[in-house]
C-alpha cells in the first residue's frame, strides 16, 4: 500500500491492468506516489480550484492531486488500456474524479469545470509544446486557467524560461513570459519513471498574468516570433523578409536594428514590432 492513499501502489497497478508503456503514446509513468504528490502541492491552491489532467496514466500524479485536496480533477487519457484503473481511482475519491478516454488535443474539458481552474500535466512529450501554445494564445485574455504546473524534457523547460541572448531564448520563452509568469520549480533525474526516458525532466509552473506585458495581438506575435526564430542565426531584416511592407521602417519604429539576430531582441520589441506589423 501506498503512503498517500489507501489504493495499491502504481507498480501493482500496472501490473494488474497491464499497461507496458508505450512510446507512441510518450508513456513514461511516474511511480512514486510520494513524487506525485510533491508535484501536486507546486500547483497552488488546489481545495478551492478545479485540476484539468492531461495524459493520467495509470494515475499517480492524478492520486497525489486528488490528496493533496483537489476540489476536482477532470482527467483526458487516450488510452483506453487505463481507464479501469483510473475508475479504481475515481471510485476510491468518490464525487472528485472524473475520466474522458480521449485525445487531449479534440476533447473540450470546458463543459465538465468550474472556475478557477488549474491544468497540471506530466505531459506526452509529442504533444507537450502544442498544448502549451495553444494554452498561451487564444485571442482573449485572461484564459481559462490560472496556472499551468506541466513537466517537460528539461530541454523544453529551459526554452519556456529562457532569457534573451541564450541558446534556450525563442517562441516558447516570449509567448510564455508575454502573458504568465513562468518558473522552473523541480528537476527530475530519467530514473524517476519507467521506463526512464533519454533525458532528465523538469516541472514548469505558469501562473497567468491578469494582462499581456505588452499589448499585441496574439496570433500576430505568434506568426512575427515563429518566422524570427526560423533562421535565427540571420538578420531579422532577412529573417524577416516577406513579414510587412516597408519592414526595416517597422523594426526601427519597433526599436528592434534591422541587423539584430532575433536572439537578442526582447519581449517589449517583439510586442512592439507586432503592433507595427498590425496597423
Ligand atoms: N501522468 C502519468 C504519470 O505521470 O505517470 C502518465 C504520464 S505519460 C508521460 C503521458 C500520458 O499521456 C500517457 O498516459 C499517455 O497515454 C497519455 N497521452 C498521450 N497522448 C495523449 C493525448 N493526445 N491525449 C490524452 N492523453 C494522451
Redesign the pocket.
Given at each position: 500500500m501506498s503512503r498517500i492513499d489507501n489504493l495499491p501502489s502504481l507498480s501493482e497497478v500496472i501490473k494488474a491492468h497491464e499497461l507496458s508503456a508505450r512510446k507512441a503514446?510518450?508513456?513514461?509513468?511516474?511511480l512514486d506516489l510520494n513524487l506525485?504528490a510533491k508535484i501536486a502541492r507546486q500547483v497552488g491552491d488546489l481545495a478551492g480550484s478545479d485540476v484539468l489532467e492531461?495524459?493520467?496514466?495509470?494515475g499517480?500524479?492524478t492520486r497525489g492531486l486528488l490528496s493533496e485536496g483537489a476540489r476536482k480533477v477532470l482527467a483526458?487519457?487516450?488510452?483506453p488500456r487505463?481507464i479501469p484503473a483510473l475508475d479504481e481511482i475515481a471510485a476510491a475519491y468518490e464525487g472528485r474524479l472524473q475520466v474522458i478516454e480521449?485525445?487531449?488535443?479534440q476533447v473540450d474539458p470546458l463543459q465538465h469545470l468550474t472556475q478557477p481552474i488549474r491544468v497540471a500535466?506530466?505531459?506526452?512529450y509529442?504533444?507537450g509544446t502544442e498544448l502549451l501554445v495553444r494554452w498561451l494564445t487564444p485571442q482573449d485574455w485572461p484564459p481559462f486557467w490560472e496556472s499551468l504546473t506541466l513537466m517537460f524534457q528539461r530541454e523544453v523547460a529551459e526554452r519556456i524560461v529562457a532569457k534573451p541572448g541564450s541558446k534556450a531564448y525563442g517562441r516558447l520563452a516570449l509567448l510564455a513570459q508575454w502573458r504568465a509568469d513562468a518558473q522552473i520549480v523541480l528537476t527530475l533525474p530519467p530514473e524517476a519513471f519507467s521506463p526512464p526516458p533519454k533525458v532528465h525532466s523538469a516541472v514548469v509552473h505558469l501562473t497567468a498574468l491578469k494582462e499581456p506585458r505588452y499589448e499585441a495581438d496574439a496570433k500576430v506575435l505568434e506568426r512575427v516570433v515563429a518566422k524570427a526564430f526560423n533562421q535565427r542565426r540571420k538578420m531579422l531584416r532577412a529573417a524577416l523578409k516577406g513579414l510587412a511592407p516597408d519592414l526595416e521602417d517597422r523594426l526601427i519604429a519597433s526599436g528592434i536594428k534591422p541587423t539584430d539576430r532575433a536572439e537578442v531582441v526582447g519581449l517589449e520589441q517583439f510586442c512592439a514590432l507586432a503592433r507595427n506589423v498590425a496597423s
Open positions: 503514446l510518450g508513456q513514461n509513468f511516474l506525485t492531461i495524459g493520467p496514466g495509470p499517480g500524479l483526458i487519457e487516450k488510452d487505463c480521449g485525445d487531449a488535443l500535466a506530466n505531459l506526452p509529442n504533444i
